[in-house]
């Protein structure tokens, strides 16, 4: 892979970056998940199905916070060498 590929994954996966992450998959995860499910959640019909729904819920707050993250670490390192 590239440079700028490996750089990224090393900021992707940096203890910041995932401390941060999850920190705003746990703040946004829950509002989004009582947006997009509140009407299962009410009427309490959760199967199987649902699970996936909302661990998927919590997954894209944390990629888009991770994948900001890293790509703000990768400008910050570039500009700098």
Same mark, same amino acid.
Do not use: Q, W
């Given at each position: 892979? @590239? $440079? !700028?590929? *490996? %750089?990224?994954? $090393?900021?992707?996966?940096? !203890?910041? +970056?995932?401390?941060?992450?999850? $920190?705003v /998959?746990?703040?946004? @995860? ?8 509140? *009407? /299962?959640?009410?009427?309490?019909? %959760?199967? !199987?199905?649902?699970?996936? $729904?909302?661990?998927? +819920?919590?997954?894209?707050? =944390?990629?888009? &916070? /991770?994948? &900001? &993250?890293?790509?703000? =670490?990768?400008? *910050?390192?570039? !500009? @700098?060498?």
């Amino acid at each position: 892979m @590239g $440079k !700028r590929f *490996d %750089l990224f994954l $090393k900021n992707f996966f940096r !203890r910041e +970056t995932v401390v941060r992450a999850i $920190k705003v /998959a746990v703040i946004v @995860g829950p509002i989004l998940i009582i947006i997009n499910h509140h *009407d /299962a959640l009410l009427s309490l019909e %959760l199967h !199987r199905h649902m699970y996936l $729904k909302i661990a998927l +819920t919590f997954l894209v707050p =944390y990629c888009v &916070s /991770a994948y &900001s &993250s890293a790509s703000a =670490y990768c400008a *910050d390192e570039l !500009r @700098g060498s």
